[in-house]
């Protein structure tokens, strides 16, 4: 190619792929999904579901109760899906939340765990 003065632009077709490839590893990578798993079990109420899930997601009073629900009648639910990092954060948080004050015996927290989203 050359410009209106006349003076060739072209640049060997080996930079410039070089250089398109330097463009390519600039750009932020996107980090995989995971899923935040919430088990069912009979230690815990509705209520501490609620409030937990209120608690360390932020999520409202119904939709603590829509996912308290699902993981009753379904055996889990996905609370939430994120980077890895931040699934390991919130999956800890769900064990170290503590025992179900309404339930005499609970044994202790609710039982979580992450996957990659597919």
């Known amino acids: 190619m050359v410009d209106t003065a006349g003076a060739s632009v072209a640049e060997p077709l080996e930079e410039t792929i070089k250089r398109r490839k330097e463009r390519?590893?600039?750009?932020?990578?996107?980090?995989?999904?995971?899923?935040?798993?919430?088990?069912?079990?009979?230690?815990?109420?509705?209520?501490?579901?609620?409030?937990?899930?209120?608690?360390?997601?932020?999520?409202?009073?119904?939709?603590?109760?829509?996912?308290?629900?699902?993981?009753?009648?379904?055996?889990?639910?996905?609370?939430?899906?994120?980077?890895?990092?931040?699934?390991?954060?919130?999956r800890d948080q769900i064990h170290a939340y503590g025992k179900d004050a309404l339930i005499e015996g609970c044994k202790g927290s609710m039982w979580a765990t992450i996957e990659p989203a597919e």
Do not use: S
């Open 24 to 90: 390519e590893e600039q750009k932020p990578k996107r980090q995989p999904p995971y899923h935040v798993i919430l088990w069912n079990d009979d230690d815990h109420t509705y209520a501490y579901v609620i409030a937990m899930l209120m608690e360390l997601f932020g999520y409202t009073a119904e939709k603590g109760y829509q996912l308290a629900k699902k993981v009753d009648t379904e055996g889990k639910v996905i609370v939430l899906t994120t980077t890895k990092e931040h699934a390991e954060l919130k």
